[in-house]
T-cell receptor
Framework: GQNIDQPTEMTATEGAIVQINCTYQ??????LFWYQQHAGEAPTFLSY??LDGLEEKGRFSSFLSRSKGYSYLLLKELQMKDSASYLC??????????WGAGTKLIIKP | IAGITQAPTSQILAAGRRMTLRCTQD?????MYWYRQDLGLGLRLIHY???????GKGEVPDGYSVSRANTDDFPLTLASAVPSQTSVYFC?????????????FGSGTQLSVL
């Protein structure tokens, strides 16, 4: 079966760095997405990786290793507004997205 | 403001009743999707439409139907609601169906079936 694994919850301190991991087992691979979802709101797009390596976008970076079925989202200089759930999703061989359950990130002052 | 509009925002429904969740986008996106989000689970695809006039079944289509008469609208109908359909429903769109297409989501409909 297809599976996406992420930690359920993480806690970090304002101003620090946090890494949210995502491992996947899917039938085919056509890219990996990260979305941010604040409580009670819709998910919003953060990043897309299809090739191995690190993609940097401001305070957020996303890394992919296709051979290991592994990705991480790195958040630097954490701000209170970064408190949200972070969703990992993989596009499978049919270009359908398989979603992880999300990682709830709690930022403490 | 361009985007996706869903209605209603929330609804309490008696089991056995019929309900249509509305979704409209003004971005002229070709592809549209309906997802449900349940606590502890990832988003699950109910139905999708790659272009106006076509629809397809997702991971959890049973008990739901959709139509795509035009580019902008993609309503989701529950013919006879059951309590297991209690969930948050998100409509989404993308410029086209494809591997690198990011999704734009509506604000969601919280549905409770009693």
């Amino acid at each position: 079966g297809q599976n996406i694994d992420q930690p359920t919850e993480m806690t970090a301190t304002e101003g620090a760095i946090v890494q949210i991991n995502c491992t996947y087992q899917t039938s085919g691979f056509n890219g990996l997405f990260w979305y941010q979802q604040h409580a009670g709101e819709a998910p919003t797009f953060l990043s897309y990786n299809v090739l191995d390596g690190l993609e940097e976008k401001g305070r957020f970076s996303s890394f992919l290793s296709r051979s290991k079925g592994y990705s991480y989202l790195l958040l630097k200089e954490l701000q209170m507004k970064d408190s949200a759930s972070y969703l990992c999703a993989v596009s499978d061989s049919n270009y359908q997205l398989i979603w992880g359950a999300g990682t709830k990130l709690i930022i403490k002052p | 403001i361009a985007g996706i509009t869903q209605a209603p925002t929330s609804q309490i429904l008696a089991a056995g009743r019929r309900m249509t969740l509305r979704c409209t986008q003004d971005m002229r996106h070709n592809a549209m999707y309906w997802y449900r989000q349940d606590l502890g689970l990832g988003l699950r695809l109910i139905h999708y439409s790659n272009t106006a006039g076509t629809t397809g079944k997702g991971e959890v289509p049973d008990g739901y139907s959709v139509s795509r008469a035009n580019t902008d609208d993609f309503p989701l109908t529950l013919a006879s609601a059951v309590p297991s359909q209690t969930s948050v429903y998100f409509c989404a769109s993308s410029e086209r169906a494809g591997e690198d297409e990011k999704l734009f989501f509506g604000s969601g409909t919280q549905l409770s079936v009693l």
